[in-house]
């Protein structure tokens, strides 16, 4: 099977992927709420590398259907290498029929049309991109190195392309200063992008050993409780306006409601069971400790 370095991270809908880690790391690794790859010094692995974990699934490899390229954004690949990992993927997966990546805005931005195009033609599917907020206050103070501008013309030239476009957002990044903005500016870029193929909304969570947990014992940062996530992702929901359809879940395990329906088809639908949960919340909401990454 294939050898991985430290905590691999994929996205909920890759969970019956085969994941092959052809990136260590994240070359965008300061963002202050993030923990995931704080261990790893980016590396890109070597093709030879790649081909011996493939050998290893030789015996499985009638039953891969989908990949998920690890790790935080390899995207960041120049896109020769890409294309040899992508020709390798479908040498060794005859019944391959995906291939997804994680992404951030820089990686897309630093890519040609013509290049996006190739990885299209190759086989990549669908590109999972962090926007985590609109709000470029919460942006610059999470330090995600990145513009809200960034995030929709990356998204744009995506969808353009012909890729599967899923963005995650993170409800409670602003905290109780700026969760309005952080409601409001997230819906804003998701209209402007008109629209992701899938919205993944997240609720914040402060690991230990991260710049914001640090801020959090300071108090620096106020983090939101559970009622008033809901009363953030309610006015999202409530500011998205798009024509396009964009399927909208909230079911990741830090969230305290699951929810799911494609906007704008469910937008009312979603609105009345966030509003009936904010009415009689008791037994509704994911307790504290089911929370987990």
């Known amino acids: 099977m294939p050898k991985y370095e430290g905590l691999i991270f994929r996205p909920p809908s890759e969970a019956d992927s085969l994941i092959l880690q052809v990136e260590i790391g994240c070359s965008n690794n300061t963002c202050t709420f993030c923990y995931s790859y704080k261990d790893k010094k ?131 990044l602003g905290g109780k200063n700026r969760w309005r903005e952080n409601a409001i500016e997230t819906a804003r870029v998701i209209n402007e992008i008109n629209a992701p193929t899938y919205i993944g909304a997240l609720t914040l969570m402060i690991p230990r050993g991260t710049p914001l947990f640090e801020e959090y014992i300071a108090g620096e940062f106020e983090p939101l409780t559970d009622l008033e996530i809901l009363k953030e992702m309610r006015l ?11 399927i909208f879940r909230s079911n990741h395990a830090s969230n305290y409601l699951p929810l799911g329906g494609t906007l704008p088809d469910d937008k009312e639908k979603l609105l009345e069971v966030i509003d009936n949960v904010i009415k009689n919340p008791i037994g509704k909401l994911r307790p504290e400790y089911y929370r987990r990454l």
């Open 236 to 246: 999202l929901i409530d500011q998205i306006d798009i024509t396009n359809k964009s």
């Open 42 to 172: 980016l590396r890109i692995r070597s093709l030879e590398e790649i081909e011996s974990d493939l050998r290893e699934t030789l015996p499985y490899a009638k039953r891969v259907r989908k990949v998920f390229l690890a790790d935080g954004d390899a995207l960041v690949i120049k896109t020769d290498k890409l294309l040899k990992i992508l020709n390798l993927l479908y040498k060794y997966y005859p019944n391959l029929w995906r291939v997804g990546i994680y992404a951030t805005a820089l990686n897309v931005l630093h890519k040609t049309d013509d290049e996006l195009r190739k990885l299209k033609d190759a086989g990549l599917g669908i590109i999972y991109l962090g926007i985590e907020s609109g709000d470029d206050v919460i942006l610059r103070r999470v330090k995600k190195n990145m513009t809200s501008a960034q995030m929709v013309e990356a998204c744009k030239r995506i969808l353009k392309i012909g890729f599967e476009l899923s963005i995650t957002i993170i409800l409670g």
